[in-house]
Structures are given as C-alpha cells and as structure tokens.
C-alpha cells in the first residue's frame, strides 16, 4: 500500500500531472509519452516509476513493449469525495423546495 | 482527469425563475435552507457561509465570492476554505413546463474537485482519514454537520 506521501510526492510534479493526464486518454509507451514533453526515454521513465510505486499508473507488456495505464483505483479518493458532496448537494435542495413551497403565500 | 471533477444537479421547482432566484440570493433564505450567510447579490461580493466548526478537519467557514450574477438567470460564486478545497458553485435557472406545470429547473454545477492538486489532496487527506483507510467518516461529519442546521 503506498503512502500518502508517496502519492502527494508523485503528483505534486507537474510533468507527472501532464503523463497521468495522458494516461487517463489511453495507454501509452515510453516512446508514445516522450513525443509530446520532448523528453528522453530516460527521463520519462523515471517519472513513470515514481507514479507507479505511488499506484498510479500500472505497467504491461505488450511484446516488447511495456504499456502504461492509469491505475484503477489510484484516484479513486475523488470519487468518494464528490460522493459526500453530491449527497450534501441533494438534501440542501430538497430543503430549497421545502422553503419555497413553504414560503409560498408571502409573495 | 479520468474522473469526473463536477457535481451536477437538475431540480424542477414548481416556482417562477423569479422566486427560486430570490431562494438563492435572500440572505434570510439561504440561511434557511443551505447555511447563515452574509451573501448580497453584488458581484465581486467576499462573504462567507458559516455552520458549527468540526475540529480539526473544518473550521465551519466556507469562504465564498459572486463572480457571476445575471439576474434571475444564472449565479456563481466561489467556494473555499474546506481544507485546501478551491471549487466553484454555479447556478442556472430556465423556466420549463414539466407534466403541464411551469415551473424552473435549476441546475447546479460544483466544479474544480482536483485532487492532483497538492493542496486539495493534503485537504482531502486531513478529512477523510489517509488514503487507502478509512475514508469518508470525517468528511461525511462535517457534511453532516452542515445538512444538519435549521
């Protein structure tokens, strides 16, 4: 289970942000993610190792080539926060249509 | 990102566009049905919406900024403070007939949820318990704790 540090770390570097906004497209190879940063391979790769050992991006191999993906369940913390939102969202707006209802003889 | 970053709602009131607009821009009205708030419909207005404080996760301050007012069509403000959190409430009204009532839909747009934003996560993370634990308990509290107010 990586860390919250591990993950606060890869993230907070923006080019990472960038390749995970790429992953989040489609999989990638190293070759494919080096095109658009005008990075070596060399470079990518440890960018791509630093998501991967925070569980961000999962790694297969395709013949010879390794393919990066987004991780399923590394993000998933946004989900569950905008669920907690969403349910806040949905009880206040019935509580509007209480009010307007209520208040409805006063215009 | 591959996740969504937005809440949208659509709610039908069975009320002209004129009185769900003053639901959402009456001082007195907010406080009644979202939270007491010292909001005015003037653009660029800095208020806050205020409810019980959760220690230590939330200091029961929302703080908040009219960056789009077009009366009684749409509103928007800014909406800060959670912890890092950074988003953005906006609200649109039409004015529709639904199963031979007019009436006005309301569709809210919470945005700019981000968690690869540093200072978002670390927010998240202080609420929510660490990842990969147990996560919402201290969220859905200090959610708990607004929805709760009269």
Redesign the interface.
């Given at each position: 289970?990586?860390?919250?540090t591990d993950?606060?770390t890869a993230?907070?570097d923006p080019t990472r942000?960038r390749i995970?906004?790429l992953l989040?497209e489609d999989g990638r190879s190293v070759t494919e993610l080096a095109e658009p940063f005008e990075m070596s391979r060399p470079a990518v790769s440890q960018h791509l190792r630093v998501l991967r050992e925070a569980g961000l991006v999962s790694e297969q191999r395709a013949g010879r080539q390794r393919i990066y993906r987004?991780a399923p369940d590394g993000?998933?913390?946004?989900?569950?926060?905008?669920?907690?939102?969403?349910?806040?969202?949905?009880?206040?707006?019935a509580?509007?249509?209480?009010?307007?209802e209520a208040?409805?003889d006063e215009? | 990102m591959r996740t969504e970053s937005a809440i949208r709602t659509e709610t039908f009131y069975p009320h002209p566009a004129t009185r769900v607009w003053r639901g959402l821009t009456d001082p007195v009205a907010l406080a009644a049905w979202l939270m007491p708030n010292d909001f005015q419909p003037v653009l660029g207005h800095r208020f806050t919406f205020r409810t019980e404080p959760v220690p230590p996760y939330f200091d029961g301050i929302v703080h908040c900024e009219v960056v789009e007012l077009d009366r009684p069509r749409s509103l928007a403000y800014t909406w800060r403070g959670m912890a890092g959190m950074d988003t953005m409430v906006r609200w649109e009204l039409t004015t529709v007939t639904r199963d031979g009532v007019e009436g006005t839909l309301l569709v809210g747009v919470h945005s700019g949820f981000d968690l690869t934003d540093p200072a978002q996560l670390g927010g998240f993370r202080s609420m929510s318990g660490g990842w990969g634990g147990a996560m919402t308990t201290a969220l859905d509290r200090v959610l708990a704790t607004i929805e709760g107010e009269e």
């Open positions: 289970m990586p860390t919250a993950v606060y993230i907070a942000r995970l906004d989040a987004l993000l998933r913390e946004v989900d569950l926060w905008l669920g907690s939102y969403r349910r806040f969202w949905q009880t206040k707006l509580a509007l249509g209480e009010y307007l208040t409805r215009d | -």
